[in-house]
């Protein structure tokens, strides 16, 4: 029997939040012209995998039955038209 991490029916705990803020530029000399959007996206994520233990196989560190927990983040600035 795989262990209960590799198990095909296991749930991963997973949390992204993400937020964005978009501001419109508008060129008022010209009204037909398409705007342009500024946006800003700031986003993390976060996993708990129990049970895994190191990542490196055949360890012989004491921290095989450990919980294993995995955060991240991202900005993302860009220009859309």
């Known amino acids: 029997m795989p262990p209960r991490s590799q198990s095909p029916g296991a749930l991963t705990p997973c949390a992204r939040p993400r937020c964005q803020w978009t501001h419109l530029f508008r060129n008022?000399?010209?009204?037909?012209?398409?705007?342009t959007?500024?946006?800003v996206r700031v986003g993390l994520s976060a996993q708990v995998w129990?049970?895994?233990g190191p990542l490196s196989a055949g360890s012989t560190q004491g921290f095989e039955t450990s919980n294993l927990y995995l955060f991240g983040g991202h900005v993302m600035i860009g220009l859309a038209r």
Request: glycine share 8%.
């Open 28 to 35: 008022v000399n010209v009204p037909d012209a398409p705007q």
């Open 50 to 52: 129990g049970n895994v």
């Open 37 to 39: 959007a500024f946006i």
